[in-house]
């Protein structure tokens, strides 16, 4: 494997935001007892909220795009407040269509702000009515700030190590790439070296 190759494998590995989105995704559904559905959405547009990733009974949802007008999810956005729908088969505030389509009967929306800007959403949700109590709802505030700045933080470190990916491109100088590298993952190139190393021992014998 080429140096910008290998660089490129571990700051991809080291910084996917996504990964670290799933685990939250992840998290969420254990902890929160009556949860089958997480979703976890970001602003593609200022129209529309894109679900980057789920987990539990909405995992095949990862994709779907929800408008902004009309949705809890959009309301929540807006006013940067976690809003919690009981049962959204009589809620006028949700968007009815999708909430059938994905089974949603309860969901709490939990706003993500960065910079004072909302960025995304944490949709917890459950295919029955009332699924949630206060204390849900307690814990998933209390947890919203967190939240928040993880998936923000890797977004931004992901858009920083994009640049930094550019210039390798151009052919400058790959210190900064292996400098950032190396605090995000000290072992992700003996990693990388390894895999690539058994994917290599697998082609030759096949061969």
Do not use: W
């Not at 080429?2 to 559904?29: C, F, I, S």
């Not at 976890?40 to 009974?57: E, M, Q, W």
């Not at 699924?131 to 814990?139: K, L, M, N, T, Y």
């Amino acid at each position: 494997m080429t140096e910008p190759r290998k660089l490129d494998a571990v700051l991809h590995q080291a910084v996917d935001p996504l990964n670290l989105m799933r685990r939250l995704a992840d998290q969420a559904l254990q902890a929160v007892e009556g949860a089958d559905g997480v979703l976890i959405g970001l602003t593609s547009d200022p129209l529309y909220l894109t679900y980057v990733c789920a987990a539990g009974s909405l995992s095949d949802h990862v994709g779907l795009k929800l408008r902004l007008n009309g949705s809890l999810s959009g309301m929540a956005m807006r006013d940067r407040e976690i809003l919690h729908s009981p049962d959204t088969s009589i809620d006028p505030r949700v968007d009815a269509d999708a909430c059938r389509r994905l089974t949603v009967i309860s969901t709490v929306c939990v706003p993500l702000v960065r910079d004072r800007c909302s960025i995304g959403v944490l949709n917890v949700t459950a295919n029955r009515p009332y699924a949630f109590d206060q204390g849900d709802i307690a814990f998933l505030s209390d947890l919203a700030d967190f939240v928040s700045a993880v998936v923000g933080a890797a977004l931004d470190i992901e858009r920083l190590t994009a640049a930094i990916l550019r210039q390798e491109s151009v052919g400058r100088p790959s210190r900064q790439g292996q400098f950032v590298a190396n605090v995000l993952s000290p072992d992700a190139f003996d990693r990388v070296e390894r895999n690539f190393s058994e994917e290599r021992f697998d082609v030759g014998d096949r061969v």
